[in-house]
């Protein structure tokens, strides 16, 4: 990117009300068949076009391509029974009713490709596309199959590259994983959560990104927040081994966290998107709030690498928050870009 601090999203913004209920997450949706594969594009133009005006550098589909940003793309595969449900704990944190894997899990065709393409064909600036990384897919299933977390997470992986090569053939520019498990299983992180990653990308051209977050802004997430302490250091497991990783961007919270900023230093040489705006709360940032988490962040990480974006997706905010904070980030993102062009 030829602009300095190219500002992004994490990945979703809120829905429309016609296509599923708005400010609560995973809501299902509200049209069928044909008129709901039109209600996503006229979602996603309007997702573009919030971006667009608020001056956001590489844009997405706002996620408005699917339901929840783990399931959705598993519905498509075979090997896993939806109508068979089983109750697990996600990431140590809180209990769900999740589908089981029966047999030998594979992709029969494309998931996002299509929509990808359609997104491609809207805009000629960068686009980002968002898919769950192996480690996050994993643990929101229950394996009745492999028996083996590290097995069930290589052959997502393999999937995963299939859906990623023709995502890059498709146009798209940065490929982001979302492993939020990254932050919770650091012995699997270690021993094969970054290696299947690298898996996920192999030969892959375009840039590669993967986001590592304390989740959206509900309740078993800020709960398990308070039990954290007064420093947040999970970053420090991972860190190490994916700055010797072939990932290209790591994407990060950083903004009202408890994250210390000195932990970028760990990561050094490696783009990264900071990010500068709460999705876990309806206040707005000022311009100037999302420059002193971006100044902060500075101090780590190169200014040619410094990719400002939000903590999380903002999927569960009202399109009216959510459209003041991509505007505060865009602007806290020009303070920073003219502080750099006089020498500060
Ligand atoms: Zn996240």
């Keep these: 990117m030829k602009i300095l601090l190219p500002t ?29 594969i039109e209600g996503k594009q006229d979602a996603l133009l309007l997702a573009l076009q919030e971006q667009q005006h608020a001056g956001i550098d590489i844009v997405s589909d706002g996620e408005q391509t699917r339901q929840h940003f ?4 598993i519905e498509h595969l075979n ?11 996600i990431r140590n944190r809180y209990d769900a009713s999740v589908p089981t894997v029966v047999g030998a899990v594979s992709r029969q065709k494309p998931v996002f490709v299509e929509d990808a393409k359609f997104l491609r064909q809207q805009t ?23 028996k083996s977390r590290e097995k069930l997470a290589w052959e997502f992986a393999k999937i995963l590259n299939q859906e990623a090569r023709e995502l890059e053939a498709a146009g798209v520019d940065i490929i982001q994983f979302d492993e939020p498990a990254f932050n919770v299983f650091f012995d699997e992180v270690n021993d094969w959560g970054i290696a299947t990653l690298e898996k996920a990308i192999e030969g892959l051209k375009c840039e590669t990104a ?13 709960d398990w927040k308070k039990t954290l302490g007064s420093e947040w250091r999970q970053y420090e497991e991972a860190f190490p081994k994916l700055q010797q990783s072939n990932i290209d961007l790591i994407s990060l919270e950083c903004h009202n966290s408890r994250v210390p900023m000195d932990l970028l230093e760990l990561i050094r040489g ?17 311009a100037e709030e999302v420059a002193g988490t971006l100044r902060a962040a500075l101090q780590f990480v190169d ?10 997706g903002m999927a569960p905010l009202s399109r009216q928050v959510a459209s003041g904070k991509l505007n505060a980030l865009s602007a806290g993102a020009e303070l920073i870009r003219k502080e750099l062009a006089n020498g500060h």
């Excluded at 090997?79 to 704990?89: I, S």
């Design 8 to 36: 992004s999203t994490a990945g979703s913004l809120p829905k429309p009300s016609w296509l599923a209920e708005p400010e609560k997450l995973w809501s299902p949706w509200k049209l069928q068949d044909d008129q709901l």
């Design 70 to 73: 783990v399931t959705t793309f």
């Design 79 to 89: 090997g896993v029974d939806f109508e068979k449900r089983e109750t697990v704990r």
């Design 124 to 146: 000629n600036q960068p686009i980002k596309w968002a898919l769950p990384g192996p480690m996050t897919m994993i643990d929101t299933l229950y394996d009745g199959h492999y």
């Design 210 to 222: 993967v986001h590592i977050c304390y989740g959206y802004g509900i309740k078993a997430n800020t």
């Design 270 to 286: 490696k783009k990264v998107m900071v990010g500068a705006i709460d999705v876990a709360t309806n206040t707005i940032e000022t």
């Design 303 to 312: 200014a040619d690498k410094l990719y400002p974006c939000t903590n999380c």
